[in-house]
């Protein structure tokens, strides 16, 4: 007979669930309503409302095209996200009951997971929106402090999922 999943790994696989789940509704939230957050790639790579003495102007991209490509690659990558923490969630749960070698090695996908959304939200919002599009200059399309929340979330949640896991008893 088996003994009970440790609340720590129970803990594991519904922080990569919650993630997942985080990552899918915002990608759905794109498609289902893409003018709002459209909006704001174009607003942010054009950089229309950053100051206008900036002398880093030469970055604007104000083609159409590039800002449909911007979007569609952050659509796509939230939802490559999501799913990546949809599959870590599957693989965690079906080695909750495994010998801790087998646990330890499910994390991959939520390791995965975490990275690419640190990507997402940490290097394509605060290094590239931020920084080369000066972002942190707009009052109104600035999403710094949101995708701050997210990525310190996502890093914090992957230090304790990588944690190693010991033994069932």
């Known amino acids: 007979m088996k003994t009970p ?25 794109n498609v289902v309503d893409p003018r709002t957050n459209y909006a704001f790639v174009q607003h942010v790579l054009s950089m229309d409302s950053t100051f206008a003495e900036s002398g880093l102007k030469y ?3 104000t083609s159409p095209v590039a800002w449909q490509i911007a979007f569609v690659a952050i659509v796509a990558a939230e939802a490559l996200t999501g799913l990546l923490f949809a599959v870590a969630t599957v693989a965690l749960w079906r080695a909750r009951l495994s010998p ?9 996908y939520a390791i995965a997971a975490a990275t690419l959304a640190f990507i997402v939200w940490f290097f394509g919002f605060m ?3 931020g920084e080369w599009f000066e972002m942190w200059q707009s009052k109104i399309w600035n999403g710094q402090e949101a995708a701050f929340r997210f990525y310190i979330s996502v890093l914090a949640a992957l230090v304790f999922i990588n944690q190693p896991d010991a033994e069932i008893v």
Not at 100 to 108: C, L, P, S, V
């Open 100 to 108: 801790a070698d087998a646990f330890n090695n499910a994390k991959g």
């Open 59 to 61: 970055r604007a991209m």
């Open 127 to 129: 290094v590239i929106g």
């Open 5 to 29: 999943m440790p609340i720590v790994r129970l803990a594991k696989i519904i922080m990569c669930f919650t993630l997942g789940l985080f990552c899918l509704l915002v990608a759905f939230d």
